[in-house]
């Protein structure tokens, strides 16, 4: 069955950076797009960031855009955000997602704090 792993979350200081992963497996990664979305304490779940299949393009929340980056390498069936200048309002549980045949599929979440 899909199984998607996040890991890399911790507590971080304002202005330094984080790398999630997130391993992949049940499924033919390569061939679908992958997503990244966090959810704030008492917010909605939010799209962060995704990276396609095919050309592998990307975009980005506003929030984010120019200081996270999801790239994904497909030999390993891993898919990474890359969080740069980090800031309080980043905190979050963020999730890795994918829809393979109709299904949303989740990961259980990996926390990211940032606080001085």
């Known amino acids: 069955q899909v199984q998607l792993v996040e890991s890399g979350g911790g507590l971080v200081q304002p202005g330094r950076s984080l790398r999630l992963s997130c391993a992949a497996s049940g499924f033919t990664f390569r061939l679908y797009t992958m997503s990244w979305y966090r959810q704030a304490p008492g917010k909605e779940r939010e799209l962060v960031g995704r990276i396609t299949n095919t050309n592998r393009s990307t975009d980005y929340a506003d929030s984010v855009k120019g200081r996270f980056t999801v790239s994904r390498d497909n030999a390993k069936n891993t898919v990474y955000l890359q969080m740069n200048s980090l800031k309080p309002e980043d905190t979050a549980v963020y999730f890795c997602?994918?829809?393979?045949?109709?299904?949303?599929?989740w990961g259980q979440g990996t926390q990211v704090t940032v606080s001085s």
């Open positions: 997602y994918t829809r393979y045949y109709s299904n949303d599929y």
